[in-house]
């Protein structure tokens, strides 16, 4: 029988369709930021036209190199990730590299499984969030000799770069202002804190401003709620629960504190009267909910385009200029309120000390 389908387009017909040379064509594809631009329009026009897909996979083994990334998140549920993978991948796009997208939902057994199958593509670096993986992600990410960066967070990584920010800083800075309103029963709503060296961090800096004024975080008011919307609604169900509730919960991401504000409207605890709540991350919902988020605003744009840049750097072994931290900044919205007089009168806990000078 006669095989009807058509030849698939070469390269040769495209260098032959774009009137230019073979190298031209080749180098319009491969590295089209050395090529003219009229001489770029010209491949890319003939590309269309045909419906020419090129060999990655060979060009790969050519050229040790496939121009893709691996970009291993935990969730995609949470906004403040979907927002710094977007600026990750349009700032690789510009840079001539995809990316390969995979999520692990927060279990460590199945990142490394994960991060196996995208190494195995062929993938010129890797993008991680957070410093706590397992040794064998370290291990097979030095094995294959592939760049990796680790993002939200500045640690000193068994291997890779960071970029990120100062989790502990970020919750200290919170919990002073929680502080400075009169609040002294404060409960925290985190995720896991097993496999998450970055919960575990952002609990340290409100204990440590507690300390500082001679208050101390109670292990009962610390809640390990999933990182969703759901997870603060839990937390506020468990917190109604108690004989003596706190009058301030800091949440560890903007989907909790939604939560929880949601779930305080439906008992009848008003925010902030009886209970101030508080964010991070300042997604966009933060100001619409009602009342408005007070929240840790996390440059999350920034760490995107930061991690793309880095970590070509690193595939293309250039030295590196861009900051490898970011700042977060507190912004008050009316969820943050002065702790109820009476909760500040029947707290059977030491005065916080007053600095003078």
């Known amino acids: ?42 491949v890319k026009r003939a590309v269309e036209q045909l419906g020419y897909v090129s060999n990655g996979a060979a060009r790969a083994l050519a050229s040790k190199r496939t121009r893709t990334i691996g970009a291993i998140y935990p969730t995609m549920y949470n906004p403040a990730f979907v927002e710094s993978l977007h600026t990750l991948q349009q700032t690789l796009w510009a840079m001539n590299y995809q990316v390969v997208l995979a999520i692990h939902e927060y279990i460590p057994e199945r990142e490394y499984d994960v991060v196996r199958a995208v190494v195995e593509r062929g993938v010129d670096g890797v993008v991680l969030v957070g410093t706590a993986h397992e040794d064998r992600v370290f291990d097979l990410m030095r094995q294959r000799r592939i760049p990796l960066v680790l993002t939200w967070q500045r640690d000193e990584p068994r291997y890779g770069e960071c970029i990120g920010f100062d989790n502990w800083r970020a919750t200290y800075d919170m919990t002073k202002e929680v502080l400075a309103r009169g609040h002294e029963r404060i409960a925290i709503v985190c995720g896991s804190m097993e496999h998450n060296q970055r919960a575990l961090q952002r609990v340290a800096g409100t204990a440590d401003a507690m300390k500082e004024v001679r208050l101390e975080l109670s ?51 008003r925010v902030p009267e009886d209970m101030s709540i508080t964010g991070m991350d300042d997604i ?42 970011v700042e977060c900044t507190i912004v008050i919205r009316e969820s943050l309120g002065e702790a109820p007089a009476d909760a500040k009168s029947a707290t059977p806990i030491k005065k916080p000390r007053r600095k003078t000078g």
């Open 284 to 325: 966009e919902l933060a100001e619409l909910t009602h009342p408005p988020l007070t929240t840790i605003r996390v440059p999350t744009k920034e760490i995107g385009v930061l991690a793309a840049r880095r970590i070509v750097e690193l595939a293309e072994k250039r030295t590196g200029m861009e900051p490898l931290s």
């Open 1 to 42: 029988m006669t095989n009807l389908d058509p030849p698939r387009p070469t390269l040769e017909d495209v260098a032959k369709l774009a009137g230019v040379s073979l190298g031209s064509a080749s180098r319009a594809l491969s590295v089209p930021d050395q090529v003219k631009p009229k001489t770029l329009a010209q």
């Open 219 to 269: 292990k009962d008011l610390i809640f390990e709620e999933p990182f969703s919307i759901q997870g603060g609604r839990d937390a506020i169900r468990r917190i109604a629960a108690l004989d003596e509730r706190p009058t301030a919960l800091i949440c560890h991401t903007d989907l909790q504190a939604i939560g929880a504000i949601h779930e305080c409207g439906i008992l009848g605890i």
